[in-house]
Antibody
Framework: EVQLAESGGGLVQPGGSLRLSCAASGFTFSSYWMHWVRQAPGKGLVWVSRIDNYGSSTVYADSVKGRFTISRDNAKNTLYLQMDSLRPEDTAVYYC???????????????WGQGTLVTVSS | SYVLTQPPSVSVAPGQTARSTCGGNNIGGETVHWYQQKPGQAPVLVVYDDSDRPSGIPERFSGSNSGNTATLTISRVEAGDEADYYCQVWDSSTNHVVFGGGTKLTVL
């Protein structure tokens, strides 16, 4: 059974840092692109970042570029999101999601974690 | 960047057909995916590649995509279908993923 489990969320002050983790199991983690998607309270889904299966290619939403870093450890079956210079508008539930597509134009998310809440507030 | 437009809400009586639209410039040339999200839960993929269903998703869920509008159709709507529905594409001009704003389906 495919499982994704996020951790690392919590309360952080503006300007602070946080590292999220997503532990994957039930599939060959190293074969899949992975993404982070966030959802502010009461709002819609917003894509954050993508990493290829090797960890060599990354893409970021404009709102987080230069502040967030996505990475992965295929030996540990774990995806990460390092979040620096956090702002109140980064407050959201952060989901990791698996991308089963073999081509970018078909990118979609067939499995999601349950999410971890990040609150940026003083 | 590419923009996807969804109506904020759709209402339908049980047993009827619900249609949720997703508008975008020549979206028919893009590959559209749809997600269902119930309160307090993670999203679930219900339609991918415009019209395919993942295993475990009822046949009542179907998708189409042409021109400037993609549509998620839910036939014989049940109370358990009440949820937010999001469309999603990949924007080739920015290499980013784009979601629509979501449509809240209310079952009357």
């Amino acid at each position: 059974e495919v499982q994704l489990a996020e951790s690392g969320g919590g309360l952080v002050q503006p300007g602070g840092s946080l590292r999220l983790s997503c532990a994957a199991s039930g599939f060959t983690f190293s074969s899949y692109w992975m993404h982070w998607v966030r959802q502010a309270p009461g709002k819609g889904l917003v894509w954050v970042s993508r990493i290829d299966n090797y960890g060599s290619s990354t893409v970021y939403a404009d709102s987080v570029k230069g502040r967030f870093t996505i990475s992965r450890d295929n030996a540990k079956n774990t995806l990460y999101l390092q979040m620096d210079s956090l702002r109140p508008e980064d407050t959201a539930v952060y989901y990791c999601a698996r991308d089963p597509a073999i081509a970018s134009h078909r990118t979609n998310f067939d499995y999601w974690g349950q999410g971890t809440l990040v609150t940026v507030s003083s | 960047s590419y923009v996807l437009t969804q109506p904020p809400s759709v209402s339908v009586a049980p047993g009827q057909t619900a249609r949720s639209t997703c508008g975008g410039n020549n979206i028919g040339g893009e590959t559209v995916h749809w997600y269902q999200q119930k309160p307090g839960q993670a999203p679930v993929l219900v339609v991918y590649d415009d019209s395919d269903r993942p295993s475990g998703i009822p046949e009542r869920f179907s998708g189409s995509n042409s021109g400037n509008t993609a549509t998620l159709t839910i036939s014989r709507v049940e109370a358990g279908d009440e949820a937010d529905y999001y469309c999603q594409v990949w924007d080739s001009s920015t290499n980013h993923v784009v979601f629509g704003g979501g449509t809240k389906l209310t079952v009357l």
